[in-house]
């Protein structure tokens, strides 16, 4: 049976036929939305961003009595594509793909049930094989029993990279409501579907270009399944993400939407910038690998953002003489403990280490701002600092 497939635009609602298609997937148990935003953001100038929702996830609602396969599940998404494609006066047309887990598993069988149509694809924390028939006959039971939200805590430890939830709560809450606000039939449906998925000893009749992409910290797919498909295939290349678990992008947003511009458009990674004292203070303080993300999510809405940050920010505060940076990070990190800032301030912990605090020193900037801005904004910085110390192995 074919299931019902919902589309998310995630370049809005105006017409963008002059761009590409690409068409993005879901991991079971997010919404387009929730997983694919903010990587979105960082493709909307040169794609045309179309994302689907599974049975019973997101915006679909939908679940179908009866069960399906994971080929039929890849027929709706084929077939909601072909909707859009005629609405952009292309119908029948090519689009590339890009999918996270089970959405990369629906990337793999599309490759072979409509290799026509599949110009490029980049396939996520997946596998040509996901996990076992008796963890999910498991699964199936835990949820037919207690419901969606049986999955939330074990979904929390294997979604995310170490401290990601710290760094980014309100993205990761919002992919763990998703995951509880699932239809349990739904989400059964999918795990059923995936029990019987193996196309292993078919990746060799994938011939279109394979971008393969693995998380370090991943449990579900661990970075062996992403390499078997790039070796499998016949054109396929493997990268591997330091840092991530199951849901690169969101968690990895910069890093992933970068990958996909060099594997579908040939576009050489790089970094937009000036060459100034700000970008090369930035880059000391804040470490390269933040400012490469930074930059590869930069786009034409953000980028005199960004140019503003990095002109004032770093090369008229962070470079003036009066303050070593010691003294800077202690300040930085006080103000964002008074201000709330909390998204950022995982960021300038790493950045107090890299300019030379210890971590007693950035214990007692945290007590001193237990008294001066609140023990409860001391003890969320106490837990984030802890998240950030234990990654870098201090505690």
């Known amino acids: 049976m074919t299931p019902a497939i919902t589309v998310v635009r995630m370049t809005g609602s105006r017409d963008r036929a002059e761009l590409p298609l690409l068409v ?87 490759l072979l049930d409509a290799p026509d149509r599949v110009v490029a694809a980049a396939l996520l924390c997946t596998g040509a094989k996901i996990g076992t028939e008796e963890s999910w006959t498991e699964r199936i039971g835990s949820v037919r029993a207690s419901g969606t939200p049986v999955m939330v805590a074990g979904s929390a430890e294997r979604w995310f990279g170490p401290g990601f939830l710290e760094r980014e709560p309100e993205r990761g809450g919002a992919l763990l409501r998703a995951l509880s606000d699932a239809v349990d039939e739904g989400y059964v449906q999918v795990c059923g579907a995936l029990a019987a998925y193996d196309v292993r000893a078919m990746l060799g009749q994938v011939k279109a270009p394979v971008l393969a992409v693995g998380g370090s910290h991943d449990v579900a797919t661990p970075p062996a399944s992403l390499q078997e498909i790039a070796d499998g295939v016949a054109d396929g290349r493997y990268v591997e993400l330091e840092g991530v678990a199951h849901l690169a992008p969101a968690e990895a947003p910069g890093e992933v939407a970068a990958l996909l511009r060099e594997h579908f458009l040939g576009e050489t990674p790089r970094v937009d910038e000036p060459v100034s004292d700000g970008m090369r203070v930035r880059r000391e303080v804040l470490g390269d690998a933040h400012v490469d993300r930074a930059a590869a999510a930069t786009t034409g809405f953000t980028r005199d953002f960004q140019e503003l940050i990095t002109a004032y920010a770093w090369g008229e505060i962070w470079t003036r003489p009066g303050l070593d940076r010691r003294s800077r990070s202690m300040i930085t990190l006080t103000a964002l403990i008074a201000r709330g800032h909390h998204e950022e301030l995982a960021m300038h912990v790493r950045a107090a280490l890299r300019n030379g605090l210890t971590v007693d020193e950035i214990k007692e900037v945290i007590l001193q701002s237990a008294i001066y801005c609140g023990v409860p904004d001391a003890n969320t910085a106490f837990r984030i600092a802890s998240g950030v110390l234990a990654e870098e192995g201090l505690l």
């Open 24 to 110: 993005v997937g879901p991991s079971l148990g997010t919404s387009a939305a929730t997983l694919w935003t903010d990587c979105a953001a960082g493709l909307t100038d040169a794609f045309d961003v179309v994302a689907w929702d599974l049975p019973g996830h997101g915006h679909n609602r939908s679940v179908p009595e009866e069960p399906f396969a994971m080929a039929e599940l890849a027929a709706g998404v084929l077939a909601v594509v072909d909707d859009v494609l005629t609405q952009r006066g292309q119908p029948r047309g090519p689009f590339f793909y890009a999918g996270d887990s089970v959405g990369g598993a629906v990337g793999l069988q599309l």
